[in-house]
Each structure stands twice: as C-alpha cells, then as structure tokens.
C-alpha cells in the first residue's frame, strides 16, 4: 500500500531544506580551504588529489549503508528514520571543523579530513532521502531545487567568509608569525581561516537541529512497521551495523597492501600505485565475501555475518537490479565529478600562477625554506623576504577563489528556483544538458583571464550549472526508482559521484606530474573539457513519457 503524500507549503518545503545550508557550509571548506590548508603545511600539486581521497572513500562506504540501515530504522524516539543519522553526523562534522585549523602537521589535517567527511556523508545521504520520503512526485523538481538553493546558500557563506575574514582579520605576514622562532610549532595556516571553520561548526549543528525540529517525519504504514521490526529482530544496532562493515571491508584489504609494501619496499615510494593497489584487492575481497554469503546461507556463522553486512549486500542486490536511466547517469557522473574535483583541487593553485604570478619554481623554494627553517636552519634575510612575499600572495589566492566560489554559489541560490518553471517548459533533460555545457566553457575560459574582477564572469556560468547538478538529476532519479528503497538507492546515486572522485584521487597526481608540466592552469582545462564530454552523454537521458515534468506538476507552493 503506497502512503498518499500531502501537497507541502513553501515555508514547510523551505524548513525541511534548512538543514542542508550547514551541510554545504562544511562542504564548501572543504572545496576551497583544504586544498591550500594542505598547501599551507607543505603538500605539493601532484600530491593534493590523493590527500583527498577520504571524500570518495567515505562516500562510497558510508552513503550506502546509511541509506540501507535508515531504510530499515523507524526510532520515534530519536526522530524517525533518516533525522537520527543526519543529527549525528552534523555533530561529528561540527567537532572537527572546529578542530581543523589547529592542524599542526599534514598528517593531523589529512586525518581530520577522513573523520569530517564520515560525518558529511552520514547526514548527506538520509537528507536527500529524507526529501523524497516527504513529497508527492508533483513536488519533488521542487523540493530538490529547493535544496540546490540551500546548497548555494550555505557554499556562498562559506566562501565568502573566506573572502572577506582575509580581509578583514589578516595580518601583514612581516611579523605575523612566519618566521617567529618563539613558537610552539611552525604553521602557515593564517589564523583568519580559522573564524571561517568555527562558523562553519555553528552553521552545521545549528540549522539541521532547526530541521529536525520544524520537519515531522512520515511514520510507516502498520504493515511496513512489523517489517521493519522483522528485520531487525537478528540484526546488530545500526552503529555495529557500520562499524562492523567498516572493519571488514578495510582489515583484509590494508593487512594485504602491508604486507605487499614489507615484499616490495619500492612501493611506499610510489603512494598512489599502493592505494590502487589496496582498492582493487577491496573490491575483490567484498565480491568474495558476497558470494560467500549468497551460497552458504545455511551455515549459522555466515549467517550471522551475513546480518552484520546486511546493508552492503542490499546495496548490491540493488545495483543488480537498477533502472537503465541510472546506469546512463553514472556514465555522465563519471565526467562531471571527475572535472568537478579537479576543480576544487586546483582553481586555489591555479590563481596563485594565472592571477599572482607564482610558478612551481617558486613553491618548490619556498617549502624548501620553510622546511629548513622548522629544522632550525639560520634563514637569509632574502630568503625570509621571499616567503613572506609568497605567503602573501597565497592568502590573497585563497581568499579570491573564496570570492568566486562564493559568487557561483550565489548564482545558485538565485536561480535554482528558477530552472524549476524552464524544466517544466524545454524538459528537465535539456536544462541539465545546457548546463553542463556552460560549466565546460566557464572552465575553459578561467585559466585566460587575468583580472582579478573578470575573473567573476564565468563563476555565473559555474553557478547556474551546479544550481541544475545539485538537484535536477535527483529529481529524475526519484521518478524511476522504488519508494521502498529510497535511501539505498539514493546511496547508490552517491556511488556514482564518489566512484569518479576516487577515480580522480588515484589517476590524476601521476597525469599532472607527468603529462601536464605540473599545471594548475592545464588542470583546469582538463576539467573542462570532461564537462563538454558529461554534457554530450546526458543527452541519452530520457525519462518515460508518464514521469516527465510537466507545468502543473512543477507550480511553485
């Protein structure tokens, strides 16, 4: 029996969304500000994708099986279904946001980054579920732009407190600390970053705290209640659930990439060749495992494990089954987040050569300064003047690419609305396929310009095609798959963003290193150019006639 959903006003579409500002308030630091934190402490180009690597790692475990074990979870007392999951990793995101800027060494910063966005993707997954779960189909173009608004929101805040603390609140770096022989740890972090991480750990407990007390949830049918119950009756809770999962996805595969690297000591000296490595010995522990557990079912203790990895084998017992529109919206995703996460990586570098004029050279000598000097090494006075110099101008970098980040993000927020009436005019399709198109052509034009101001032009570009990436595809992607299994298949739709990310992370610092000179700017065009591909590809995306948008089902509250 399927539950009649009832027609949602504005401000109730308006206050479910709220939550989903601090989410991309903490996801917009992490785009702009981890990338040069990581620069800060003495991380090189080609070695930045795979610092990464904990946002496609952590999506691609942790959304799937969030969205298996809400799917089964119905807690009144903790809220409901998905409120529980996304409460917990807002709290989990605001600790470590708060944490971030203190990072004294590399290592600290990149093991903050894994635990930051084990909770991101703990409250991202269940939110996109969530909305679907409250609205009728009539509504959902709405409700998931309305969601892209919020997505611009918080990204704009968050960059343009970049932007503006740099500002406001840096100091001249002649005597802000650099070279101060009197501190405890040598850091080039400016302490204006850290007021945009602090903002960030309010914003994101603080408006999903307001969603999950403005937002009822929709209670189960009595019939789906006792399967739910069912189902649980043998299951571990769901914190077992996961870390169980967790524990046996990673032991064998890192316990194999160890030993490998004891073997043969020459692969520690080529990192991503390891991780390549310990990815596929992943995927081929998880493909035995699953078939361990579907031709044993008998045998009490695989049974058992059986339970505890439950959600994972869901997953792929769904992936089995999926709708062909999303087996050709992986093949757009492929692209378009490949270039996407090139983007966020390399648009602070690229600034830093295009805009302020430092070349590879000129980073190489400064890490080599400031390396000599954490040694105690005496440091000239025209080598101390030459840090300075490029310290400076890679605050000015960092706080420009918050002011363009942010200005896309605002564009996003204004016209995320806005693509809701075009969709239901020209169809969803064409909307999204134009807007990949014009993310391609702002990319490509960035790296040419040279003024600081004109710079901003194809940011608006930029923002109508992320106002159209953040919610169009998961308006057509609700059409087509079961509302039973909403949240493991809108875990699935993470896969797909996550499973190129990864992609990225493990290919993309050999590509630089070696075909690329080392380039930011080259970096950009490459990104470009995939998004003139992903947009050719998303012409293949059809919708059956019967769950095409229309103007009716598409009116704005």
């Known amino acids: 029996m399927k539950i009649t959903k009832p027609r949602l006003s504005f401000w109730q579409i308006w206050n479910m969304n709220v939550g989903f500002f601090g989410i991309q308030f903490s996801f917009g630091l992490q785009q702009t500000a981890v990338s040069p934190i990581f620069s800060f402490l003495g991380a090189h180009h080609d070695e930045l994708p795979l610092l990464n690597l904990a946002g496609p790692v952590t999506g691609l475990l942790i959304q799937p099986i969030i969205g298996a074990i809400s799917d089964k979870t119905w807690s009144p007392?903790?809220?409901?279904?998905?409120?529980?999951?996304?409460?917990?990793?807002?709290?989990?995101?605001?600790?470590?946001?708060?944490a971030f800027p203190f990072s004294p060494e590399?290592?600290?910063?990149?093991?903050?980054?894994?635990?930051?966005?084990?909770?991101?993707?703990?409250?991202?997954?269940?939110?996109?579920?969530?909305?679907?779960?409250?609205?009728?189909?009539?509504?959902?173009?709405?409700?998931?732009?309305?969601?892209?608004?919020?997505?611009?929101?918080?990204?704009?805040?968050?960059?343009?407190?970049?932007?503006?603390?740099?500002?406001w609140f840096s100091t001249p770096v002649e005597g802000s600390g650099l070279f101060d022989t009197t501190a405890e740890s040598v850091s080039s972090i400016p302490t204006w970053v850290y007021y945009s991480f602090f903002l960030?750990?309010?914003?994101?407990?603080?408006?999903?705290?307001?969603?999950?007390?403005?937002t009822p949830e929709i209670p189960p049918i009595p019939e789906e209640l006792e399967e739910i119950k069912k189902l649980n009756e043998n299951t571990p809770a769901p914190i077992i659930q996961i870390l169980s999962v967790l524990f046996v996805i990673f032991s064998v595969p890192l316990a194999l990439g160890y030993?490998?690297?004891?073997?043969?000591?020459?692969?520690?000296?080529?990192?991503?060749?390891?991780?390549?490595?310990?990815?596929?010995f992943a995927f081929l522990w998880l493909y035995m495992l699953y078939r361990i557990i579907k031709k044993n079912t008998e045998n009490p203790t695989i049974k058992k494990l059986g339970e505890t990895l439950n959600p994972l084998l869901e997953a792929a017992e769904a992936i089995g089954v999926m709708?062909?529109?999303?087996?050709?919206?992986?093949?757009?995703?492929?692209?378009?987040?490949?270039?996407?996460?090139?983007?966020?990586?390399?648009?602070?570098?690229?600034?830093?050569?295009?805009?302020?004029?430092?070349?590879?050279?000129?980073?190489?000598?400064?890490?080599?300064?400031m390396s000599?000097?954490?040694?105690?090494?005496?440091?000239?006075?025209?080598?101390?003047?030459?840090?300075?110099?490029?310290?400076?101008?890679?605050?000015?970098?960092?706080?420009?690419?918050?002011?363009?980040?942010?200005?896309?993000?605002?564009?996003?927020?204004?016209?995320?609305?806005?693509?809701?009436?075009?969709?239901?005019?020209i169809g969803s399709k064409l909307v999204y396929v134009l807007?990949?198109?014009?993310?391609?052509?702002?990319?490509?034009?960035?790296?040419?310009?040279?003024?600081?101001?004109?710079?901003?032009?194809?940011?608006?570009?930029?923002?109508?095609?992320?106002?159209?990436?953040?919610?169009?595809?998961?308006?057509?992607?609700?059409?087509?798959?079961?509302?039973e299994r909403r949240g493991v298949y809108m875990g699935i739709v993470n896969m797909m963003i996550v499973i190129p990310m990864l992609i990225q992370t493990v290919s993309f610092g050999p590509i630089i290193k070696n075909w690329m000179g080392n380039s930011a700017i080259n970096a950009i065009l490459f990104g470009g150019v995939f998004f003139?591909?992903?947009?050719?590809?998303?012409?293949?995306?059809?919708?059956?006639?019967?769950?095409?948008?229309?103007?009716?089902?598409?009116?704005i509250p």
């Open 77 to 98: 007392k903790w809220g409901g279904r998905r409120k529980p999951f996304f409460l917990i990793g807002a709290i989990l995101a605001s600790l470590c946001l708060f």
């Open 106 to 167: 590399l290592w600290f910063a990149v093991g903050l980054l894994w635990i930051l966005d084990a909770g991101n993707n703990t409250a991202m997954e269940p939110y996109r579920a969530f909305v679907g779960d409250k609205l009728p189909d009539s509504q959902l173009t709405f409700g998931y732009q309305m969601q892209s608004l919020f997505v611009g929101a918080g990204i704009t805040l968050a960059n343009l407190s970049l932007f503006m603390f740099q500002h």
């Open 200 to 214: 960030g750990a309010l914003a994101s407990i603080g408006t999903v705290m307001w969603s999950v007390w403005k």
């Open 259 to 280: 030993l490998l690297g004891g073997v043969y000591p020459s692969l520690w000296d080529n990192i991503n060749l390891w991780v390549i490595i310990v990815l596929v």
């Open 323 to 369: 709708p062909g529109f999303l087996w050709k919206l992986a093949a757009v995703y492929l692209f378009q987040w490949y270039a996407l996460f090139v983007y966020w990586q390399f648009m602070p570098p690229m600034l830093r050569s295009s805009l302020f004029g430092i070349t590879n050279e000129d980073n190489e000598r400064f890490e080599s300064i």
């Open 372 to 425: 000599s000097f954490r040694e105690g090494a005496q440091i000239s006075a025209e080598d101390m003047s030459f840090a300075e110099q490029v310290q400076s101008l890679a605050e000015q970098a960092l706080g420009h690419a918050g002011l363009m980040n942010g200005t896309y993000n605002f564009v996003t927020m204004l016209v995320a609305l806005a693509l809701v009436p075009i969709a239901s005019r």
């Open 435 to 483: 807007c990949l198109f014009l993310t391609g052509v702002a990319m490509l034009s960035m790296p040419f310009i040279t003024d600081k101001w004109l710079l901003l032009a194809p940011m608006v570009l930029f923002g109508i095609g992320w106002a159209a990436m953040m919610g169009i595809p998961y308006a057509m992607v609700s059409k087509v798959i079961p509302e």
């Open 532 to 555: 003139i591909i992903a947009g050719v590809l998303a012409m293949r995306l059809n919708l059956p006639k019967d769950k095409r948008d229309s103007e009716l089902d598409t009116e």
